[in-house]
């Protein structure tokens, strides 16, 4: 029995579970609901065959839907939290349908059907996810990790400990050129290997491990990162792999324009009366409402970003451009608010519509750090190969204390990868980032994680 509810909800078995079931209660709910209303309904049969023309394209909706949401991932949120993704993805396939329906010409769908059954979808929905993801982690917490590294594997260690996810229960933590390295990956079941081991012992201990038929997963540096989607050629009878240019298409620029424009216009106007009743508490308030700052965008240019004020008046005019932290005196309590449902950054609307940013791209940093991060590190700079965003993969994946290296692998992967379809993806995800902070505090204490570590670590 144990044995089956392992292989069900392994990885495999819940990426095939979880959609399967999901399309079981979609369809199902829609038909309680036809059942319910059977009565009420003036052309049942009508109404019934309108549901069946499009009902093949309303499971191809909801897998669509559930990917850019991330349902077929396991989730480590509480109720309310997976409830919240469920309901941002049933009310996207709401209006899938009601687009569906007038395309398809089957007006006689009903719109008492449609919003019942999206009332039960989601209710069930969430129940299902949360007993699925719990399952999930009940299977998989208990494998053993092994982090292999220099400086950077205690903190990879760190962050595996401080998910509490379930690559949490690390057994090691040694140097790859440890006398007992790989008796370590042979009593663990899921190996880690940092960026920061020399290139040798890295091939080594990838051939040992795919050999075997270990579990691995390592950092990449960003040069890897560039190096991701490349293409194969053949040179005579030897195989050869094309670097891509880093950067996008002239063509996806000017769709990428337009799709900007669309969505600051949409922004603007639904944001409108928000935005009027912030300003006017945040001048009533006293002191100005907009805060208006230096950013570097595409080509390192530099431009205005403006953005509704959180923080007291001059907040840096003694202690000069320092990061934002994730506890910080100088934001206001109306400032924490807005922090928190984002609605700071609403004015940024108006520097997309004007070109200075785009919705999708690296968030864009203050010169005095872009100057000192790209000192820091060569690749820096890269990111500017395309305009600023006003969310990123860095922002939906990432948390307050990710730090500048991370960000920029993320910043290279989104660049490196772009096409409108992950686009679109990012800026549903942003929705579901305002459960991020809640979801990744960690229960034990910084310092009591940092001595965990260090007693794993061999020498």
Same mark, same amino acid.
């Given at each position: ?346 004015? =940024?609307?108006? @520097? /997309? #519509?004007?070109?200075?940013? !785009?919705?999708? $791209? ?8 872009? %100057? ?56 549903? =995800?942003?929705? @579901? /980032? #305002?459960?991020?902070?809640? !979801?990744?505090? $960690? ?8 001595? %965990? ?7």
């Amino acid at each position: 029995m144990n044995r089956f509810i392992e292989k069900v909800f392994g990885y495999k078995g819940y990426k095939i579970l979880t959609p399967l079931i999901d399309l079981v209660i979609i369809y199902g709910a829609i038909i309680l609901s036809f059942d319910f209303f059977k009565d009420s309904l003036d052309s049942f049969s009508e109404n019934w065959f309108a549901f069946v023309a499009i009902s093949p394209y309303i499971g191809i909706a909801y897998l669509i839907i559930s990917h850019v949401f991330e349902l077929d991932k396991p989730k480590d949120f509480t109720f309310w939290g997976i409830g919240y993704t469920v309901i941002l993805a049933i009310i996207t396939l709401l209006l899938a349908i009601m687009a569906i329906s007038f395309l398809a010409r089957e007006f006689a769908f009903p719109r008492s059907i449609l919003l019942a059954s999206s009332a039960i979808q989601a209710i069930l929905i969430t129940l299902w996810h949360l007993f699925a993801s719990k399952m999930y982690f009940r299977v998989n917490k208990g494998k053993s990790v092994l982090v292999i590294g220099y400086a950077k594997s205690q903190a990879l260690a760190f962050k595996l400990l401080e998910s509490r996810g379930m690559w949490s229960r690390i057994k090691h933590v040694c140097a790859p050129a440890h006398p007992h390295v790989y008796d370590f990956i042979k009593e663990c079941d899921v190996t880690f290997i940092t960026e920061d081991i020399e290139e040798s012992y890295k091939q080594d201990i990838i051939l040992f491990c795919v050999e075997n038929n270990y579990t691995l997963f390592y950092q990449p540096k960003n040069s890897e990162i560039l190096q991701f989607n490349a293409n194969f050629h053949q040179i005579d009878d030897s195989p050869v792999m094309d670097v891509r240019t880093l950067g996008i298409s002239p063509s996806s620029e000017t769709v990428k324009r337009i799709v900007d424009v669309f969505f600051a216009i949409l922004g603007i106007v639904i944001f409108f009366i928000p935005a009027v009743i912030i300003y006017l508490v945040l001048k009533i308030g006293g002191g100005t409402a907009f805060y208006v700052q230096e950013r570097v965008t595409r080509d390192n240019r530099i431009f205005k970003i403006y953005k509704f004020r959180t923080m007291i008046e001059n907040a840096e005019a003694i202690s000069g451009p320092i990061l934002a932290q994730d506890v910080d005196k100088r934001i206001t309590k109306i400032g924490r608010i807005l922090r928190t449902t984002r609605l700071d950054e609403v004015p =940024q609307l108006f @520097n /997309i #519509l004007i070109g200075d940013m !785009s919705v999708v $791209g690296p968030r864009p940093e203050r010169p005095f750090f872009v %100057e000192q991060f790209s000192k820091e590190i060569p690749e820096y700079n890269l990111r500017h190969r395309v305009k600023a965003g006003l969310t990123g993969i860095a922002q939906v994946q990432g948390k307050y204390n990710t730090t500048v290296l991370d960000k920029l692998k993320y910043d290279l992967l989104y660049i490196n990868g772009y096409s409108l379809a992950l686009d679109f993806k990012l800026i549903m =995800q942003t929705l @579901n /980032i #305002l459960l991020r902070k809640s !979801s990744t505090e $960690g229960v034990k204490g910084v310092l009591e994680l940092e001595e %965990e570590v260090e007693n794993l670590t061999r020498r």
